[in-house]
């Protein structure tokens, strides 16, 4: 395998060809093929964008994994972008030379008609981020922790409210109006007047207590009712067929069901599962190895992608984390995508930063030879 300039990292073989099979694409009218056929999304009616990602994340999970992290251009360790708004910049970036391939948003706030989010960000500057990645050829994924309809407590206020929410309770119609103020938002996500195609992962680690619609709060019938209204107000009523939608339960424990929440294939259009390594990384091997696997036997089975929504060790402390704990578990995985938590404060980092203990390992990571960066994927053209 030849190798990158000289620093002796491995230069990704597969680049070239990724770039020739979009030019291939990009001429030809039809988007499917023998090996990539028309698949079932939840929108009958999908934007040409949602159809193009689609296949651009088929084709990324079968020759390597895109790597994202949450507010990864919005803030890092001792930066704010607001309060530098002429440079774009990402502490993944200041490491390795680019930025990660999936940008995750949070629009947790929107439903109160907030100028910023729960974690601070403006929601002004949120959306020319979300433009800035997509034109550069990035992934959007946006998750949801919203507030608490009943006793507006935020998302960890475990009030039980999902019954509230759906038809006839007492909370119907102004739940309603928090997800029109939220469709109103991922409308003015466009560019070049076309919408923004984006992954939207609402409601979860469903199978967790910690969230007012997880397990204990609600029942998982009524989880299903509010996961299928919330997709029928989107797609029908406010228009969005911009939209894929991922269900990422957490890590399961031996007793749980993977699919005990699942709101039905019309209704889900991507798989994923979100687990943590809490300084056990033997138990975080095992985890993700076993989740992973029994997520791709679910997703090949119903025809659907499947990506690691959430992961991270906080404050990434163990030595060499990215290329000896959690690259030999993903890479061979056949997931879409790998996202980080956010890079909040040096308590609360998922990321390396400079002058990090694992700066280098970082680095390695970036170079290995299923990782995909931002650099790896603008070419696409999805």
Request: aromatic letters at 14%; one cysteine or more.
């Amino acid at each position: 395998m030849r190798k990158l300039k000289p620093n002796n990292f491995y230069i990704k073989p597969w680049i070239g060809w990724f770039f020739l099979m979009a030019a291939i694409s990009s001429s030809c009218k039809s988007l499917y093929n023998t090996e990539y056929p028309k698949p079932d999304l939840v929108d009958t009616k999908p934007a040409r964008s949602i159809q193009k990602l689609h296949k651009a994340l088929f084709y990324v999970s079968k020759e390597g994994f895109a790597v994202g992290q949450q507010d990864a251009t919005s803030y890092g360790i001792g930066w704010k972008h607001w309060e530098n708004p002429d440079r774009i910049r990402s502490d993944a970036n200041e490491i390795t030379g680019d930025f990660t391939a999936v940008s995750g948003f949070d629009l947790g706030d929107i439903e109160h008609n907030a100028e910023h989010n729960l974690d601070g960000v403006p929601f002004n500057i949120m959306r020319e981020l979300i433009i800035d990645a997509y034109k550069k050829g990035g992934i959007i994924t946006i998750s949801w922790h919203t507030d608490n309809p009943v006793s507006d407590g935020d998302s960890w206020d475990k009030t039980p409210a999902v019954a509230e929410i759906l038809a006839g309770g007492k909370t119907t119609e102004k739940f309603e109006l928090w997800v029109e103020r939220l469709a109103g938002f991922i409308k003015t996500l466009r560019y070049r007047g076309r919408p923004i195609p984006i992954i939207f992962r609402p409601y979860h680690e469903m199978n967790g207590s910690w969230f007012w619609w997880g397990e204990t709060n609600c029942s998982t019938s009524d989880y299903i009712k509010l996961w299928r209204k919330t997709v029928v107000l989107l797609r029908d009523k406010y228009k969005l067929h911009n939209i894929l939608y991922a269900y990422s339960p957490n890590k399961l424990a031996p007793s749980d069901d993977y699919l005990k929440y699942y709101p039905g294939d019309d209704y889900v259009d991507i798989l994923g599962v979100d687990i943590y390594d809490f300084n056990n990384a033997e138990d975080y091997k095992t985890a993700v190895a076993k989740d992973l696997a029994l997520v791709k036997s679910i997703a090949e089975e119903k025809n659907k992608l499947f990506a690691f929504t959430e992961t991270g060790l906080e404050k990434v402390q163990t030595p060499d984390w990215f290329t000896s704990v959690l690259y030999p578990v993903v890479e061979n995985s056949g997931i879409a995508w790998v996202l980080f938590w956010r890079n909040s404060k040096k308590s609360h980092h998922y990321l390396p930063y400079k002058g990090h203990m694992n700066e280098t390992d970082f680095k390695r990571f970036e170079a290995m030879p299923k990782t995909m960066f931002l650099k790896d994927i603008s070419k696409l053209n999805y």
